[in-house]
């Protein structure tokens, strides 16, 4: 499985973003997705989840309100919309999934099977 991030870019801050995620090899619908950050000499974290139904999301507290995690099923596509931009969202972004069907919400990053190769997010002030 192959999990292919996309979207990054510099944005000012008040600046929106998108990514999305996408797999080869596999589908992402009836999977559990989470994206997760890692900014420079910090350790990866977990920025939001969401469920294999798409029905539950969870948002780390530093994002709640800004962020919005959501899957287009039809699409085979995971987004993230980032909303209201902080430099402190600099970081390279990575989605991740998980080996089996219809998880739950996972929030470390060892609950999840297969990573995308990141996509950098760099917010200037």
């Known amino acids: 499985v192959q999990l292919q991030a996309s979207g990054g870019g510099l944005v000012q801050a008040g600046g929106s973003l998108r990514l999305s995620c996408a797999a080869s090899?596999?589908?992402?619908?009836?999977?559990?997705m989470g994206w997760f950050r890692q900014a420079p000499g910090k350790e990866r974290e977990l920025v939001a989840a969401?469920?294999?139904?798409?029905?539950?999301?969870y948002y780390a507290d530093s994002v709640k309100g800004r962020f919005t995690v959501s899957g287009d099923n039809a699409k085979e596509t995971v987004y993230l919309q980032m909303n209201s931009l902080k430099p402190e969202d600099t970081a390279v972004y990575y989605c991740?999934?998980?080996?089996?069907?219809?998880?739950?919400?996972?929030?470390?990053?060892?609950?999840?099977?297969?990573w995308g190769q990141g996509t950098q997010v760099t917010v200037s002030s």
């Open positions: 991740a999934t998980r080996a089996d069907l219809y998880g739950t919400l996972y929030y470390t990053f060892r609950d999840y099977d297969y």
């Open positions: 969401i469920n294999w139904s798409r029905s539950s999301t």
């Open positions: 090899g596999r589908t992402v619908s009836r999977y559990p």
